[in-house]
């Protein structure tokens, strides 16, 4: 397993969805559409943004395309609040957006994720 990154940093904004249960739907060739509890653990899904410099965003590039293949792999100890202050979870990142702030020195990328760690409120 990856772990985070510690000179990225926790995100400057964190959107979250609400919790939501974890359901398989089948489209089914006849009758209706079969759904299926794949757990009985929530996730949360959501987008998180960072501004870094070139030497954060050449690490990130790295983790991303290299240790977690684009998503596929979870990341350990990912730096979220979703309720009693940030802690790490185990998050699947993925869909990266870029934007250059100042040409070859700060860009903001935001990447979305999906937990089913959460805190209890």
Do not use: C
Request: hydrophobic letters at 35%; aromatic letters at 8%.
């Amino acid at each position: 397993m990856a772990a985070w990154i510690g000179t990225l940093g926790p995100p400057l904004i964190t959107t979250t969805s609400q919790h939501q249960p974890r359901i398989i739907v089948t489209q089914m060739e006849s009758g209706p559409v079969r759904r299926s509890l794949l757990t009985n653990d929530d996730t949360t899904k959501g987008s998180a943004s960072f501004i870094w410099d070139l030497a954060q965003k050449t690490a990130w590039e790295n983790l991303f395309s290299g240790t977690l293949r684009k998503g596929v792999y979870p990341v350990d100890d990912f730096p979220l609040d979703l309720g009693g202050g940030t802690t790490g979870h185990r998050a699947y990142l993925s869909d990266p957006k870029q934007v250059t702030l100042v040409p070859n020195i700060t860009w903001q990328i935001t990447v979305d994720f999906e937990t089913d760690e959460r805190n209890a409120a």
